[in-house]
C-alpha cells in the first residue's frame, strides 16, 4: 500500500494520518447494546446527511444511471447501516421517474433491525451477509453502492469487498468513502463536541485513521483486478469510485 510521499518531511511522518492505522471501531463489536447501537446509526445518519456523504452518492447515482440508460433498475447496497441510502435513492428515484427494486446488506443482524425501524413500511429488501462473500449469483443487480464502509475492512478484506462489489453489479458499482488525511481527523476530532453516542465519539476519528488514501484506494482497485472510469478524490475529505460494467457481462 501507498504511505507517505518518499522525501516527505519529519511533520508530515509523525502525523498521526501519516499511515493507516488498524484499530477497531466500536460499531464492529459484538453485543453492543440495542439502544446504544441505535442512537449510535441515528447519529451516522445525520453526519451521512450532513456532511454531504448522501448527496454525493446520489449525484454518482445519476451519473452512472445516466451513462448506463437505466429508468429501471436494481440496486443493492452492501454494508449498508440503517439503509438510509437505499432509502434515499427511492426518494430520488420518485423525483427522477426512476423504477427501483432496493436491497440492502449488512453483516449485523441486529443493524438490520435498526435498518428495518429506519425504512419502515417502504420497499427494501434486507439481506444478512457478508461484503466479502456476496450470497447472490454474478450480475444479480444493476447498480451495487459501497457507501463510508470500506474504511472499515483491512486491505486484503477491502479488496475482496471491491471484487465482489464489480461481481455482482451488472451495470454499474458506485464507492464512497473517506480520504484518510489530517484535515478529516482534526474535523472528526471537532465533530465530537457536538456528538453524544459514546460509539460514535469514538469510531469519528477512528474511521479517518483506519480510511484509504486515493493511491491505497487505487491500490486496492488493481489488486481486485477491476476496471474502473473514476477514482479521485473530492472536497471534503472524500473518495469516489465507480466503473460500467460492459454490456457483454448482462443487460
Not at 98 to 116: F, M, S, Y
Amino acid at each position: 500500500m501507498a504511505g507517505v510521499t518518499p522525501g516527505a518531511g519529519f511533520f508530515a511522518r509523525r502525523s498521526p494520518t501519516a499511515y493507516r492505522n488498524g484499530m477497531r471501531e466500536l460499531l464492529d463489536g459484538d453485543l453492543l447494546a440495542p439502544d446504544e447501537l441505535a442512537g449510535n446509526l441515528r447519529e451516522i445518519r445525520l453526519i451521512n446527511k450532513g456532511l454531504g456523504w448522501t448527496a454525493a452518492t446520489l449525484h454518482i447515482m445519476e451519473r452512472v444511471t445516466r451513462a448506463a440508460e437505466l429508468r429501471t433498475f436494481s440496486h443493492l447496497d452492501i454494508a449498508t447501516g440503517s439503509g438510509d441510502l437505499p432509502l434515499a435513492v427511492l426518494r430520488r428515484g420518485k423525483r427522477r421517474g426512476w423504477k427501483v427494486d432496493a436491497h440492502a446488506l449488512d453483516a449485523n443482524q441486529e443493524v438490520l433491525d435498526v435498518a428495518r425501524r429506519h425504512i419502515g413500511a417502504e420497499p427494501v429488501t434486507l439481506h444478512e451477509g457478508d461484503a466479502r462473500a456476496l450470497p447472490f449469483a454474478s450480475r444479480s443487480f444493476d447498480v451495487v453502492t459501497c457507501a463510508l464502509a470500506l474504511h472499515h475492512f483491512e486491505p486484503h478484506d477491502a479488496a475482496l469487498v471491491l471484487s465482489e462489489l464489480e461481481r455482482v453489479a451488472r451495470r454499474a458499482w458506485i464507492v464512497v468513502d473517506i480520504e484518510r488525511g489530517f484535515p478529516a481527523y482534526l474535523g472528526a476530532r471537532v465533530l465530537r463536541v457536538v456528538l453524544r453516542n459514546r460509539l460514535t465519539r469514538h469510531d469519528a476519528p477512528a474511521s479517518v485513521l483506519r480510511a484509504y488514501s486515493l493511491p491505497e484506494f487505487r491500490d486496492l482497485l488493481t489488486t481486485a483486478a477491476i476496471p474502473w472510469q473514476v477514482a479521485a478524490a473530492q472536497f471534503p475529505f472524500r473518495l469516489v469510485g465507480y466503473g460500467l460494467v460492459a454490456s457483454e457481462s448482462g443487460s
